[in-house]
């Protein structure tokens, strides 16, 4: 006789179905989401997610930095909750499941063991993370860093988006702003399914990966001071041009991430150059370096090349230049217990399998600090993400989703009544 909830599968249909409810909320301009951390748009995809979990039967938390908690019992109150999660807020040019698979991928699990009526004895508690990608406040992975002790609330509160306005003020603004003590929550453990956002598991023909390792993350902010001028009537020996300094600067970016292959990468995705006007030599440019490599002395010397570069190009250019680290987080290892359970469960279900170090940085990097962790993920197509673009199959969404059910389940311990 199989043991209670062996067999179980989640609807396909029905994640389906919601993940294109919630696509509704914040689109795009061409097929994807723009539902940026704590703009009305995040307010309304709260909203539905919160409608959905209460419609589930689950009493809902907020804690002070926004981040949403959706609790369904288990037979012993007592026992330390496992938690299930990911982050709603998107890219500008976001795709509709970065994240959003993995919040709804746990109500899904709820859902399944409604219908299924099965209990667990430790509760299970679905997770919405605030400011997850960090393009509108850096850094990425704001209030689960909070919640892990690594960032100060007062400090997150305090960064600024481009139009001057806070974190903090904002979240308030959109009415999501809760009361609980961030981190004051003890885990059992937490699991996170999220898509891939890069093209091994597509092409290796696998439906999902065992998330082993995180690589590490490093950005380095960097100004670049010259002096305005007219484009025209400035001789080339008198320029101070900022953006120049800025293109060789980034051009060392690429040279340092390459000499590091195959496992570095390097590039800068945000860049301003001011006053960004056709007609005067930029006398200032800003930009962030975003290196990342799953070895941490790689990450080092990646970051020490880049000032040493940068300040030579701007010695000899006549330019000043300045680095501030605005985010990163070391190569993370995640927890063996945990990750057997993906993997135990990918095989239970006979799903082709192999084990990953995410590319992409995810809330379960700093939660993995305070609790033992694991992540399952699913190919995406051509392993495009960050792309309005983003895609993925309703086979692939279902077969993580179910071995996410699997492995929440096992860490839950199912009851007999
Ligand atoms: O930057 C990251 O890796 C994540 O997608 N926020
Ligand atoms: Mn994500
Ligand atoms: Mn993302």
Not at 231 to 237: E, I, K, N
Not at 350 to 360: E, P, R, V
């Amino acid at each position: 006789m199989t043991a209670p909830g062996q067999n179980m599968k989640v609807d396909g249909d029905r994640l389906w179905d919601s993940l294109m409810e919630m696509a509704k909320i914040g689109p795009g301009v061409a097929g994807g989401n723009n539902r940026q951390t704590v703009t009305d748009a995040d307010g309304e995809g709260r909203a539905l997610f919160q409608s959905w979990c209460e419609a589930a039967g689950c009493t809902m938390g907020l804690d002070q930095m926004g981040n949403m908690f959706a609790r369904r019992e288990g037979t012993d109150p007592d026992a330390l909750p496992v938690y299930v999660g990911s982050h709603l807020d998107t890219q500008p040019t976001g795709g509709k499941y970065d994240g959003v698979l993995g919040v709804l991928g746990g109500l899904e699990i709820i859902r399944t063991l409604n219908d299924l009526d099965i209990r667990t004895r430790h509760p299970i508690v679905v997770t919405n993370w605030t400011n997850e990608e960090g393009t509108r406040f850096a850094p990425a992975m704001l209030s689960s860093g909070v919640f892990a002790g690594v960032h100060t609330q007062d400090w997150a509160y305090a960064r600024e988006d481009a139009q001057g306005k806070s974190f903090g003020d904002e979240l308030e603004r959109i009415g999501w702003k809760g009361s609980e003590e961030v981190g004051a929550r003890k885990m059992k453990a937490f699991f996170e399914l999220h898509i891939e956002q890069g093209p091994i598991l597509e092409a290796e023909g696998k439906d999902i990966g065992v998330v082993t390792h995180g690589q590490g993350l490093s950005w380095t902010q960097v100004t670049v001071t010259g002096k305005d001028s007219h484009t025209g009537s400035t001789p080339m020996p008198m320029r101070k041009n900022a953006g120049l300094g800025m293109a060789r600067i980034l051009e060392s970016v690429d040279e340092i991430a390459w000499s590091h292959k195959p496992h570095a990468v390097g590039a800068a995705g945000h860049i301003e150059v001011h006053p960004n006007s056709r007609n005067v030599i930029p006398g200032k440019a800003i930009f962030t370096v975003d290196f990342r490599s799953p070895d941490l002395a790689v990450i080092e010397d990646m970051e020490a090349r880049l000032r040493d570069a940068a300040q030579k190009i701007c010695d000899d250019m006549g330019l000043e230049v300045a680095f501030e680290k605005v985010g990163g987080f070391d190569p993370v290892e995640f927890d063996e217990t945990c990750v057997a359970a993906v993997r135990n469960a990918a095989e239970r279900l006979g799903y082709s399998h192999m084990n990953l170090i995410s590319g992409a940085g995810h809330d379960a990097c700093w939660i993995n600090r305070v609790a033992p962790t694991a992540m399952v993920m699913c190919p995406c197509v051509d392993g495009l993400s960050h792309n309005e673009a983003e895609e993925i199959s309703k086979a692939w969404a279902a077969a993580g989703a179910e071995v996410l059910l699997h492995a929440v389940v096992e860490t839950a311990e199912v009851t007999e009544g």
